[in-house]
């Protein structure tokens, strides 16, 4: 009877057991954690003055772990040598090593971003940031602004903002070789800075893209906004910095040989004035033909007769600089020559029929090309071609749902070396009005003329642009339907088109002012836009 009852309660416990594994093998879920980590202390405190040390630990109440820090980290003023942060996996706390010595009576500011992320659901703690003083007080002066770009929209996000300061160091070249005494990023709001913990001072405010992360301006690469004048700080001025690209200082970057008649000049900046003189003597015969690469910056040397000769010397120059390069001669033949049209299918009734080559076309005969539409009806034509840019150009009326077969004859166009085409056949087509839309714009309250009033796509790619000197209505016709961007451009210097700044001349870029929305253009519709350009 005993060992019965014994063998009821092993039962008993052992059932138990079962129904406690079952719980703990499938668990019911909860809620996800959506609580960021807290700071618990700081050694030294935040905000601490007549720092001395060379180590900072911030510790939490639960494991966390940097998260691109790279990109969120900001140290104010940026030093040369980087601190060594830790931890490299998890841990409870941050520790800031300092690797470099840090100036006497200053703030500095170390903020985090959106780095620190609990280990578990990686919820952030926003904007943190860690203040110290070398000194004894905490500066607490502060600057702000807005942030634009000349040409978008919207500026792009992670902008540094930059103060130097004017000092016995302190020259305009300062941006290309030193960092910046103070620096901020609009990381949480790509419209707006603010740079605090400043002492009183004069400085240089400059905003920059900085696109390798190194605090200086390169303008190769990088964007740039700028004030004019220098600012003094405190201030209840809030200013507004407008990035821009920079043209490229000239440049000619090393030429190259293609083959026995072609050689290759990329170069930087503007070269609508360079000069090319051959400087190794050449036959009474010889001659050359420049040609521009389109949306590149390159030029294409072309010449004749080949050169018998290892190598060539020339002067390039333009109406600042002159460069002597010499250049290795290829033994390789021309490729034959080649036609492309730039736009095939369909055409718009306002657009031209393009043709470029890949050799430089030199002389036209009309005579020998035919334009006809469907029913063999001969077109009248108006052709055109640039020869710097290797193109041709044919333009001709056009009507709505019409075939139109070009040909070109041979001998129609001859190229540089004396050859001609054989016979060229293209069609293109035209759709009915009804499959455009169309745009009336008024523009009131116009600062200045002349203007540049530009479609530009979502792309940011001008699609039609009209250019005025006195009127304020614009119609635009034969528009792909589609979302467009309507910006206005001041063109200061009246020369047909938007000139950016320049950083050392103080020149800021022309004035785009965009439409506040987007359109949307719509097929056989006719939009009608009031645009009032404050």
Request: glycine letters at 4%; aromatic letters at 14%; proline letters at 5%.
């Amino acid at each position: 009877m005993k060992g019965n009852f014994l063998y009821f309660i092993f039962l008993i416990l052992f059932s138990f057991s079962f129904v406690d594994c079952a719980k703990r093998g499938n668990p019911e879920g909860g809620s996800r954690d959506s609580i960021p980590p807290v700071i618990t202390r700081t050694v030294p405190e935040n905000f601490t003055i007549n720092f001395k040390g060379n180590e900072i630990r911030i510790y939490f109440n639960e494991y966390i772990k940097l998260k691109n820090l790279q990109k969120n980290l900001i140290i104010s003023p940026p030093m040369d040598i980087p601190p060594t942060l830790y931890p490299l996996s998890t841990s409870k706390y941050i520790k800031i090593v300092f690797q470099d010595t840090l100036r006497k009576n200053t703030t500095y500011s170390i903020n985090f971003g959106n780095s620190i992320v609990d280990n578990n659901e990686e919820n952030p703690y926003e904007y943190y940031k860690y203040v110290f003083s070398t000194g004894s007080y905490i500066d607490s002066l502060k600057v702000l602004g807005t942030i634009t770009d000349a040409q978008l929209l919207k500026p792009e996000e992670f902008v540094s903002v930059m103060l130097y300061e004017v000092n016995s160091d302190f020259s305009d070249s300062i941006i290309y070789t030193k960092k910046p005494l103070y620096v901020a990023n609009t990381q949480n709001n790509p419209d707006s800075f603010q740079i605090e913990n400043l002492k009183e001072g004069k400085y240089l405010l400059i905003a920059l893209k900085d696109n390798n992360s190194n605090y200086t301006f390169q303008p190769k690469i990088d964007k740039i906004g700028f004030i004019e004048n220098l600012i003094t700080v405190p201030a209840d001025t809030s200013y507004t910095l407008n990035l821009f690209k920079e043209t490229p200082a000239y440049a000619l970057t090393r030429p190259n040989a293609v083959n026995q008649n072609q050689i290759v000049f990329g170069y930087e900046g503007e070269a609508t004035s360079l000069e090319f003189e051959i400087l190794t003597p050449m036959p009474e015969d010889f001659r050359y033909h420049l040609t521009k690469v389109q949306k590149k910056d390159t030029l294409n040397y072309w010449f004749k007769p080949k050169i018998e000769l290892d190598s060539v010397t020339f002067k390039v120059s333009n109406s600042v600089y002159v460069d002597t390069v010499q250049v290795r001669i290829r033994n390789l033949l021309l490729d034959s020559l080649k036609f492309s049209p730039i736009k095939a299918g369909i055409l718009a009734f306002d657009e031209p029929f393009e043709i470029s080559s890949n050799l430089p076309m030199i002389s036209l005969n009309k005579e020998y090309i035919h334009i006809q539409d469907k029913d063999s009806i001969n077109v009248v034509f108006e052709a055109h071609l640039d020869t710097y840019l290797n193109l041709l150009q044919l333009h001709f009326e056009k009507k709505e749902r019409q075939n139109y077969f070009i040909t070109l004859f041979p001998e129609a166009i001859t190229e540089f070396f004396g050859g001609t085409n054989d016979t060229l056949h293209y069609k293109v087509s035209t759709r009915t009005p009804s499959d455009y839309g169309f745009l009336t714009l008024y523009l009131n309250h116009i600062a200045s003329f002349p203007i540049l009033v530009q479609l530009v796509t979502e792309k940011g790619e001008v699609s039609k642009e009209m250019y005025s000197t006195e009127k304020s209505t614009f119609e635009f016709a034969n528009l792909t339907p589609g979302k467009y961007y309507i910006r206005i451009v001041y063109d200061t210097n009246a020369n047909g088109k938007w000139d950016t700044g320049n950083f050392l001349k103080r020149i800021q870029p022309e004035v785009i002012i965009y439409y506040p929305k987007l359109i949307d253009i719509r097929a056989n519709w006719t939009l009608n836009e009031t645009f009032i350009l404050d």
